[in-house]
């Protein structure tokens, strides 16, 4: 995994190595494709498929109450799907981070993504979620380690949003071309 | 469909002797009433709200913790929320995983409108299609120790279904089973030894 467009996100992967994550929860999103193959590979990580976001936020509760560290990936479209979840590591002070790749921001060709990418942070911050960002590179993973620290150390829930301009935006021509 | 087993009388009798391995997850609502109780152990992680999201604590838990037991135990209109859980337990490792629904086919909390296991829906037929390996329907007490040793020995998931009386009573338990990261914290420290901030991890 030492292709250059692979770079950032083998360095989420060696965050969450460095810091001790052994859950990783996903629905899966391509923006997470190489992560989650990276995390399937590791037999320190146990890697679980749900059907919906919601179920993230209960696994990532099990797992700190079992112990363990856990992190959600997750698209922007499964953020809404969260919502009344997120009540149970708020009032139970339970850390929790979602890495999520956005969706209806940078260039969108599919309108049906456009409104939950656009309300995502306002719905973490309504829900009392932490919010960071990563527009570039090279700044993915402080990105990613300071919101590990800030939810394991400080008992928080932090999403880490990271942008479609970073992950790079689906082609409509050229997705109609392949039709 | 609503059944005939005492709710709390079947809970107690799944509770009693209770080893230290066993760690229990309630559903909002009846079932962590029971459970609360019955008795307030530090092994005991009340869900007041997050309706839905027993089973996927339960998951995580179960991976954190292999060699304990964990016990789900909700009732219908929770488990009903959160049937897509029961796909992700069936493709997770959690072979000590096993969930005790209490079915009285109603939401009892809100006024006893039926459930859909009153109608078309059967919780267990779900589970066993998305790979619990051992699931069953219960519509008395006759079998309570056999059903016992499958909710805390069998190789899971398990799903047992209780047919139950319908039975509303309010929030009877002691208020800081509510209080959530008293709880978190309180069964954390007793499962892991680890404090509520995980500085030292």
């Known amino acids: ?179 | 469909m609503t059944g005939t087993i005492d709710r709390k009388k079947f809970v107690t009798e799944i509770l009693a002797n209770r080893s230290e391995d066993l760690l229990v997850v309630s559903g909002l609502g009846s079932s962590t009433y029971d459970v609360a109780d019955i008795e307030d152990n530090p092994r005991n992680f009340y869900l007041w709200g997050a309706m839905g999201q027993a089973v996927p604590v339960a998951i995580g838990l179960a991976v954190a913790q292999p060699d304990k037991r964990v016990l789900v135990i909700t009732g219908d209109g929770e488990m009903l929320m959160g049937l897509g859980a029961l796909s992700a337990a069936g493709n997770a490792p959690v072979r000590n995983l096993a969930v005790l629904v209490l079915d009285n086919g109603h939401y009892s909390e809100t006024g006893g409108q039926p459930t859909h296991t009153s109608g078309s829906t059967d919780i267990g037929g779900v589970a066993a299609q998305c790979g619990f390996k051992v699931t069953r329907a219960i519509s008395d007490m006759d079998s309570i120790s056999e059903i016992k040793s499958a909710l805390l020995d069998v190789d899971g998931p398990v799903m047992m279904v209780a047919k139950v009386a319908l039975k509303t009573y309010g929030a009877i338990v002691e208020p800081q089973t509510r209080i959530g990261h008293y709880i978190a914290a309180r069964f954390r420290m007793a499962t892991t030894d680890r404090g509520e901030v995980a500085l030292d991890h």
């Open chain 1, 1 to 179: 995994m030492t292709d250059s467009t692979n770079d950032w996100r083998m360095e989420i992967y060696d965050c969450l190595r460095e810091h001790d994550i052994e859950q990783v929860c996903h629905v899966p999103d391509a923006g997470h494709a190489a992560l989650i193959r990276a995390c399937e590979a590791d037999n320190s990580m146990t890697v679980i498929g749900l059907t919906s976001e919601q179920d993230g936020v209960g696994v990532l509760t099990g797992a700190w109450l079992g112990g363990q560290r856990g992190v959600l990936l997750m698209q922007s479209s499964g953020v809404g799907n969260t919502i009344n979840a997120l009540a149970m590591p708020n009032a139970c002070r339970i850390p929790f981070v979602t890495i999520v790749s956005m969706r209806g921001e940078w260039g969108e060709f599919v309108p049906w993504q456009i409104p939950m990418g656009q309300a995502t942070p306002d719905v973490f911050n309504a829900m009392g979620v932490t919010v960071y960002r990563a527009d570039n590179a090279d700044e993915v993973a402080e990105t990613v380690t300071a919101a590990i620290r800030l939810a394991f150390d400080g008992n928080q829930q932090v999403a880490v949003l990271l942008a479609q301009r970073l992950i790079g935006t689906k082609d409509f021509r050229a997705a109609r071309r392949t039709l």
